[in-house]
């Protein structure tokens, strides 16, 4: 009997949509209205399309009697797993089921996970207290801009939260950062929506009931303000003590092992604060070995050894303590204010009709919960019930969502088919990307099997890489071989320069000297009979530019792309590659969009997503300030001139006189007519006029845009919104 549950970890390339699909199509045929039992969950809209359509695909190809390979492999494994099957009867089967689909199209549940939770929860809307109406909240920018407003109308009635944003404002401002609080206190305030947040919401409300807020956070600014001070006085008291002996013993330099490098030269930096060069001084004590050259006296070892030693205890026995009390203070004033702001979020929830995203997983944990072993009234609810469950991307699966599945998943291996492997997790823990998500990359590494149970688990791997050239996928094996035994080595490290028995063994006891290594274990990829010869990695460290300067982290940007040019120009000249053989990745948007700008004015056509938006392009910009300025004139938008004057001059390739920018809030637009198309500064009061397409028009015109091949493809975009 096969175990109900296969766990199928999938590297890139190696072949996991096929798996996938061919594992739905496996238990589709089970019977012609199977699809209504299955539910397949990915994490992306994009995801959800793709495979939708390979199973549309395959199975309309089945229908057909399509003989292409790429049909066939699918057809050979389905009658593998159904003997019952002739290529006659599956072809038969396959139109029916095909039809049957496209008739039923909404049972056919291939979803996001965001979206099978919106259904759980639109089917329990009455239960739960929403509205029939309600709408999903996506938009957290709003959210977060909303609470912050409704704190600045509270601190009239609360004179203690008032005070303390005026010591935050102080401090800030004698740390010679500016007084304004809050745009990091909005970025801070996004850690309010999700799951790691919880337990700390949680404890601050339990113990409000017991003591005022204000009080207990002040009780331990001052506790941890005396822990840092204790710790660092103590160590600085050592460290001075040990270099004012060692500076009075004299001690040739030449004598010292290490000579000038010996890490008793560390002990004047130890005791200016420089606590990161006490780790330098473990191999010295009780070593004296380690202290001086064969020959050379040893009285400064009996000196100043019970002094390090001094430092080193202190040091390990602080140092926890220390780093959790510099990092409480550094956040006290905006873990306050979040605590207020996530009270302020339970308001906003009783008086909003929309549900946020964030509160939807939790709702559904709450069903889940509620429903026990016997999750059957969800799916009366729903008016579906779901036998088999296939998830893909499973390392990105979150705490919350898996405490979801699980209950559903654990109830289904309760009834198992016995033909087939009932259920599918895929997944590869060395790409979990979303822990801004809260995605726990160990929940698909070990702890799903655990709590499933082992024994209904099937563990496979897919080690063909069907993707990449030789040398690429070799590359990579000696990479992901070499650098989790590096990364392990010095994790384990780390936690043996502590020297704490009890450290070590909650260390050791938890997996965690080889759970690196663990993760990567099945890394390695295998060629295939088809694997194509060659493939080029080259790999550049960006020192100094091309005329030997050193580049700085201001001019890296400028540099990389520099490099870049020059890569793409000899793939394209010289090695004869297409363009569209050709791919840049990069880390943000902002370098997104600076790559494709530089591409794009060196003649390079490209496609892109974040950074082809319309919203991102100069042009387009310049466009809709200029709305701005003849839109809002009378109240002397400043900023909205200052940004065209900007966006013109770049767009013409000149240099903005820094005076150009003076009095703005005193200029009219006819003032202007030196850094702006005189055409503007003249009629923009005739063309106020016109409907919004003809003005869009005229400042396209006015401006020259349309006269630059680069900004046709925004422009024609933009042209369509404005109509």
């Known amino acids: 009997m096969a175990q109900p549950i296969k766990i199928l970890q999938a590297s890139a390339g190696s072949g996991k949509t096929f798996s996938l699909t061919v594992h739905y199509l496996t238990l589709l045929f089970s019977s012609e209205n199977k699809y209504r039992e299955i539910l397949a969950v990915t994490f992306t809209n994009k995801a959800t399309e793709e495979m939708k359509t390979r199973i549309l695909e395959v199975l309309k190809g089945l229908a057909t009697g399509d003989e292409s ?65 309600y709408a999903l909240e996506m938009n957290y920018d709003k959210v977060k801009n909303e609470l912050a407003d409704r704190l600045d109308k509270a601190l009239d009635q609360q004179p203690q939260l008032l005070q303390w ?17 809050r745009r990091e206190l909005l970025e801070l305030t996004g850690e309010i929506f999700k799951e790691r947040y919880q337990p700390f919401e949680k404890a601050i409300e339990s113990l409000a009931e017991v003591a005022d807020i204000d009080e207990l956070f002040k009780d331990y600014q001052k506790l941890t303000r005396q822990s840092i001070e204790l710790f660092e006085h103590t160590i600085i008291q050592y460290a001075t003590d040990a270099a004012e002996i060692f500076e009075v013993m004299d001690i040739e330099r030449e004598s010292l092992k290490g000579i000038s490098r010996s890490p008793l030269f560390n002990l004047r930096k130890i005791a200016a604060g420089d606590f990161s060069k006490v780790a330098s001084l473990s191999k010295l004590i009780d070593q004296p070995e380690e202290w001086f050259k064969k020959g050379a006296g040893e009285g400064l070892f009996e000196e100043l050894n019970p002094t390090l030693r001094k430092i080193e205890e202190a040091y390990k026995t602080g140092i926890a303590d220390y780093i959790l009390s510099q990092g409480f203070n550094k956040n006290l004033y905006y873990l306050r204010l979040m605590q207020e702001m996530a009270a302020l979020l339970k308001t906003y929830r009783d008086e909003s009709q929309n549900l946020l995203i964030s509160d939807a997983q939790n709702l559904l944990r709450g069903i889940t919960d509620d429903a026990g072993d016997n999750p059957s009234f969800i799916w ?36 198992p088919s016995g033909n087939f492997t009932d259920h599918l997790i895929v997944g590869d823990t060395k790409q979990s990307i979303y822990r801004w998500r809260n995605g726990d990359w160990n929940i698909l590494h070990q702890q799903a099997k655990n709590e499933l149970g082992a024994h209904n688990v099937l563990d496979d791997s897919l080690e063909e890489n069907y993707r990449s050239t030789e040398n690429i996928i070799n590359f990579n094996n000696q990479l992901f071989r070499e650098l989790p035994r590096i990364l392990q080595g010095q994790l384990n490290g780390n936690i043996d320069v502590l020297d704490s028995a009890d450290m070590d063994g909650w260390w050791k006891t938890k ?42 982290k201001n001019n890296f940007m400028d540099q990389a792309i520099l490099r870049m040019l020059e890569e793409i120009g000899e793939l394209l000249e010289v090695k004869k590659y297409r363009l569209k053989d050709i791919c840049v990745l990069v880390r943000k948007n902002s370098e997104a969009i600076a790559v494709v700008k530089a591409l794009l004015e060196s003649g390079i056509n490209v496609i892109s997503g974040e950074a082809l938006q319309i919203s ?106 404005a109509g």
């Open 69 to 133: 390979r790429k049909t066939n492999d699918y057809r050979l494994l389905i009658l593998k797993a159904h003997r019952d099957l002739s290529p006659d009867t599956l072809k038969a089967k396959a139109d029916l089921i095909y039809r049957k689909i496209l008739h039923d199209y909404s049972r056919f549940s291939v979803s996001t996970i965001d979206g099978f939770v919106q259904k759980v929860i639109r089917g329990f809307a009455f239960e739960l207290g929403l509205d029939s109406g």
């Open 511 to 552: 997996g965690f000297d080889h759970i690196v290594t663990d993760v990567y274990s099945a890394a390695t990829q295998k060629l295939t009979p088809k694997t194509l010869a060659g493939g080029t990695i080259k790999c550049l460290v960006l020192k100094k530019d091309l005329e030997g300067n050193a580049i700085n």
């Open 616 to 721: 991102n392009n100069p042009g387009i910009k310049l466009i809709l300030n200029t709305l701005h300025v003849l839109a809002g004139l009378p109240n002397n938008t400043a900023l909205y001139k200052a940004n065209c004057i900007s966006l013109y001059a770049r767009l013409q390739g000149r240099v903005v006189e820094t005076s150009s920018y003076f009095d703005l809030k005193l200029k009219t637009l006819a003032q202007l007519s030196d850094v702006l198309p005189p055409e503007l500064c003249k009629h923009w009061h005739t063309w106020m006029q016109q409907p919004l397409p003809e003005l869009v028009e005229k400042i396209i015109e006015v401006y020259g845009l349309s006269k630059k091949e680069s900004q046709l493809p925004y422009l024609f975009a933009f042209r369509d919104l």
């Open 165 to 181: 944003i005026i010591d935050l404002a102080k401090e800030r401002i004698n740390n010679n950062v500016g007084w304004n609080y």
């Open 380 to 415: 009366e609810k729903m008016g579906s019930r779901y036998r088999n469950f296939l998830f893909d991307e499973f390392q990105d699966t979150s705490s919350n969502q898996w405490g979801s599945f699980k209950s559903l998943l654990s109830n289904a291996i309760a009834s």
